[in-house]
């Protein structure tokens, strides 16, 4: 179900950071074909030590994403073992996550915007298609391969990146952690993720990218945990856009009845309208929307 890669065919350069159980180098992977050394640019991604009981679940997140292949979803080259490191070779993409882009990077336009949540709109329809269920969409697992140059045309090209450990192999705190990502019916049952799980995390990734990458919820009191729980007894919604539009959109993506949450292909052409309002809208240069 994926590729093993030699741990000697691996080497690592610098360290890039570190996920909620991973670490992140930049490193390459030779490969020997026709006789001929191929050096190839990657993404090292080992899994903690700590959490190497976790190691299935890593390798079947590796394996979803070589199962299929899509313009916006990230290439897996394969997964390397070597003593007690787990390590997923990834192909490196340029400019990283989104969610510290978007904390970087403070004047993205409107259209920048909905170029890119109509990227991740598309790549959800192809996993809908495909009955793949990601389990979780947020703005620190897109990653963006090529920045806009509007000069010359050029949009920005997003990738969706693996979906990392089975929430259902998390502890509780971590599962409270994703809120407002993770779907509320999830929390109850995070091991029977559905497709709408998806689109609910859809609608709140959508809210960071148009929240220039301020994570929904953060910055509460310490004892935030307990309000992020209060925020789905209650039925609480995200501060809602000034753009009524937008705002009606990621209302129907995070609807606590899962009939409400809307199909893929109406998230894309309501993604579309917004396109050609936007435009209209003089809100374009700004790319405030809250
Ligand atoms: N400075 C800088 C810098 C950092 C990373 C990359 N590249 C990259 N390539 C991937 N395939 C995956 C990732 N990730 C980053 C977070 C996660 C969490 O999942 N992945 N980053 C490029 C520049």
């Known amino acids: 179900q994926f590729h093993?890669?030699?741990?000697?065919?691996?080497?690592?350069?610098?360290?890039?950071?570190?996920?909620?159980f991973t670490r992140i180098?930049?490193?390459?992977?030779?490969?020997?074909?026709?006789?001929?050394?191929?050096?190839?640019?990657?993404?090292?991604?080992?899994?903690?030590?700590?959490?190497?009981?976790?190691?299935?679940?890593?390798?079947?997140?590796?394996?979803?994403m070589s199962q299929i292949s899509h313009k916006?979803?990230?290439?897996?080259?394969?997964?390397?073992?070597?003593?007690?490191?787990?390590?997923?070779?990834?192909?490196?993409?340029?400019?990283?996550?989104?969610d510290l882009y978007l904390k970087r990077e403070k004047s993205l336009s409107v259209s920048w915007k909905l170029n890119v949540a109509k990227q991740l709109a598309c790549v959800l329809n192809f996993l809908e298609e495909q009955s793949i269920i990601h389990?979780?969409?947020?703005?620190?697992?897109?990653?963006?391969?090529?920045?806009?140059?509007?000069?010359?045309?050029?949009?920005?090209?997003?990738?969706?990146?693996?979906?990392?450990?089975?929430?259902?192999?998390?502890?509780?705190?971590?599962?409270?952690?994703?809120?407002?990502?993770?779907?509320?019916?999830s929390l109850a049952a995070p091991d029977n993720l559905t497709h709408e799980c998806d689109k609910w995390s859809f609608g709140a990734t959508v809210w960071e990218i148009f929240n220039n990458g301020n994570p929904p919820l953060q910055g509460w009191s310490l004892e935030e945990v307990k309000l992020k729980e209060k925020f789905y007894e209650n039925k609480q919604q995200l501060p809602p856009s000034q753009w009524t539009e937008l705002a009606d959109l990621i209302g129907q993506c995070m609807s606590y009845d899962l009939a409400f949450r809307p199909s893929c292909r109406s998230i894309i052409r309501q993604l579309n309208s917004l396109v050609t309002s936007g435009n209209n809208v003089s809100l374009n240069h700004v790319g405030k929307v809250f």
Request: proline letters at 4%; aromatic letters at 8%.
């Open 25 to 64: 180098f930049k490193g390459e992977k030779t490969d020997y074909r026709d006789g001929e050394k191929h050096t190839t640019e990657v993404l090292l991604k080992e899994l903690d030590p700590d959490h190497k009981n976790c190691w299935e679940s890593f390798f079947e997140a590796a394996s979803f």
């Open 135 to 185: 389990g979780n969409i947020c703005a620190k697992n897109l990653l963006l391969v090529r920045e806009e140059d509007p000069s010359q045309g050029i949009s920005p090209f997003i990738k969706l990146s693996d979906p990392g450990i089975n929430v259902a192999m998390l502890g509780k705190d971590v599962i409270m952690h994703r809120i407002p990502w993770i779907a509320p019916e």
């Open 72 to 98: 916006h979803l990230l290439h897996v080259y394969g997964v390397s073992v070597h003593g007690d490191k787990n390590i997923m070779v990834q192909e490196f993409v340029k400019h990283g996550a989104l």
């Open 4 to 20: 093993t890669i030699k741990y000697e065919d691996l080497k690592w350069d610098e360290s890039l950071g570190q996920g909620s």
